[in-house]
C-alpha cells in the first residue's frame, strides 16, 4: 500500500530574490509603515470677527443716520408750526451823565442811563432769560461802565423795556486814551449785551444758550457841568447772535 503525501500547513516561504548579486527580503510590517509628512496648520481665520464688528458698525451708523433724519424731521414739523424768530433789541434812550478822566492817574469817573427794548416777535415761543451783563465802551475800546438786568421772562407778542444805570468809578485809563478822551467833545459808544435764555413752547422748556447782542454806531456829546446829554442816535439797532458751545469751543 502506497504512503499519502499531506501538504504542509504552512506553506515555505519564498526564497530571497537576488538583485544586482545581493539577496533581497520582503519588508516586514514595521518597516512597511511610513510616517505622513508634517504639514503645518494654517493660523485661524479673523474673518469671522471681523464680519461682526463690520455689522455691529453698520448698524450703529444706521441708527444714527436714522436718529439724525427723524431730528430733522421733527425741527422742520415744529418751524412749520410755530415759524420762529428771533428777538430783536434796541437802545431806545442813553444819557451820559457824568464823564470825567482825571488829570492825575488817568482815572475815569462814569455815569450813563441806559434804556434797552426787547421785542418778541413770535405768537407761541416765550423767551427766558437770566439776569443779562451790560458793558459800555468807545469804539476805540476804552470801556466807560459796566452794569446789569434783572432776569425776566419774554412773553410771546410782547416788548419789554429794560434800564439801568451804567456807572464807572476810578478805572485807570491808558495814558494815551485818557489824552484823546480829554480832547474829545462827541462820543462814538459801542453797548454789548450777554446773557443766557431758553425757550418755552407750551410745557416745553429748552435748554439756555448763550446770547450775545451787540449795539454800535451810538454817539453822545460830553456834558459839560452837571448837565446830562442824551444821545444823538436813539434806537439804535441791535444785533443778536448766539453762542453756543461744544466741548471746550464757543461758536
Given at each position: 500500500m502506497a504512503d499519502r503525501v499531506y501538504p504542509a500547513s504552512k506553506p515555505n516561504p519564498a526564497p530571497p530574490r537576488a538583485v544586482n548579486g545581493a539577496a533581497s527580503f520582503p519588508a516586514t510590517k514595521a518597516q512597511s509603515f511610513q510616517r505622513p509628512a508634517y504639514r503645518p496648520q494654517p493660523p485661524k481665520s479673523r474673518r469671522s470677527?471681523?464680519?461682526l464688528c463690520c455689522s455691529i458698525l453698520l448698524w450703529l451708523i444706521l441708527i444714527i443716520v436714522?436718529?439724525?433724519?427723524?431730528?430733522?424731521i421733527a425741527a422742520g414739523v415744529l418751524y412749520l408750526i410755530y415759524r420762529p424768530h428771533r428777538p430783536t433789541f434796541s437802545v431806545s434812550s442813553l444819557r451820559l451823565?457824568?464823564?470825567n478822566v482825571s488829570t492825575t492817574g488817568n482815572l475815569l469817573t462814569s455815569s450813563l442811563d441806559i434804556s434797552v427794548t426787547a421785542r418778541n416777535p413770535n405768537s407761541k415761543i416765550v423767551f427766558l432769560y437770566d439776569p443779562t451783563s451790560i458793558a459800555v465802551?468807545?469804539?476805540g475800546g476804552v470801556g466807560i461802565g459796566d452794569?446789569?438786568?434783572?432776569?425776566f421772562v419774554h412773553e410771546a407778542k410782547?416788548?419789554?423795556l429794560l434800564k439801568t444805570t451804567v456807572k464807572a468809578t476810578g478805572e485807570s485809563v491808558d495814558s494815551s486814551a485818557a489824552a484823546d478822551l480829554k480832547k474829545s467833545s462827541n462820543l462814538k459808544l459801542e453797548i454789548d449785551l450777554e446773557t443766557k435764555a431758553g425757550v418755552k413752547i407750551g410745557k416745553l422748556k429748552t435748554k439756555k444758550v448763550g446770547i450775545r447782542v451787540r449795539c454800535d454806531g451810538i454817539q453822545v456829546?460830553?456834558?459839560k457841568g452837571k448837565t446830562a446829554v442824551a444821545a444823538a442816535t436813539p434806537d439804535a439797532v441791535c444785533k443778536v447772535?448766539?453762542?453756543?458751545k461744544i466741548w471746550k469751543w464757543t461758536l
Open positions: 470677527r471681523r464680519g436714522a436718529l439724525v433724519f427723524l431730528a430733522t451823565s457824568a464823564f465802551s468807545t469804539s452794569g446789569s438786568f434783572p432776569a410782547n416788548t419789554t456829546a460830553v456834558p447772535k448766539l453762542r453756543v
